[in-house]
C-alpha cells in the first residue's frame, strides 16, 4: 500500500468550532463543494445524509470535529463526529492540484447551508500542491460517490487536519 499523502482538505480552527455548534443543533454533518456560483468558493453544509453525492462526486476527505489545532486522532471517531466533505467531480478536476482549506468569515451564507442563520459563511481557499505532494495524492485512490457506497475510505494521513488560520495554511491576500 502506498504511504498516505497529504491531505486534500484541512479546515481552521474557526471552521471546525462552527461545525461542532452546527453538529449540536442539526446532528451529523456533511459539506459539498460544488462547481456553481462564486467560482465554487462557497461550500455548502448539510446534515449528513440530506444531499445526495453523485456516483461521480469526490470525497476530498472525513473533517473529524474532535479534533483542534495540530492535533492528531489516536482513535476513529464515531460517525457522528464526523464531517465527510465531498467536491463534484466537474470541480474536482479543475481543482485536484490543489488542496482545499475550509474557512469561515463574516457574513450570511446560502439559504440552503446550515451556517446561514448563524451570521457567519463557509469559504473554500486553496493551497497548490508541490510537485512531491501530486506524486502521492497520483498514487492513492481516489474515492467517488460510486466507491464510497461500496465501502472505500480514504488512508489516513499524517498531516494536521486542523490549522489556527487559514494563513497556517496558504497565503491570505491582505494579511
Do not use: K
Not at 439559504?111 to 457567519?120: D, I, K, M, N, V
Amino acid at each position: 500500500m502506498p504511504a498516505p499523502g497529504p491531505r486534500r482538505v484541512r479546515a481552521t480552527a474557526a471552521a471546525m468550532d462552527l461545525l461542532r455548534r452546527l453538529r449540536v443543533t442539526h446532528g451529523p454533518l456533511m459539506l459539498h463543494q460544488s462547481g456553481g456560483c462564486c467560482d465554487g468558493s462557497a461550500p455548502m453544509c448539510y446534515p449528513a445524509g440530506e444531499f445526495v453525492i453523485g456516483d461521480r462526486d469526490v470525497l476530498l476527505g472525513l473533517l473529524d470535529l474532535r479534533l483542534s489545532t495540530g492535533e492528531q486522532a489516536i482513535t476513529e471517531p464515531p460517525s457522528e463526529d464526523v464531517a465527510a466533505v465531498w467536491i463534484s467531480g466537474p470541480q474536482f478536476s479543475a481543482w485536484q492540484h490543489t488542496q482545499l482549506v475550509l474557512d469561515v468569515v463574516p457574513g450570511r451564507g446560502s439559504g440552503f447551508s446550515l451556517e446561514a442563520p448563524e451570521g457567519y459563511r463557509f469559504l473554500s481557499r486553496g493551497r497548490v500542491f508541490e510537485p512531491a505532494e501530486l506524486d502521492a495524492l497520483n498514487t492513492a485512490e481516489l474515492i467517488t460517490g460510486e466507491t464510497f457506497e461500496r465501502g472505500a475510505r480514504p488512508v489516513p494521513s499524517p498531516e494536521p487536519q486542523v490549522v489556527a488560520e487559514a494563513v497556517d495554511a496558504c497565503p491570505v491576500p491582505g494579511r
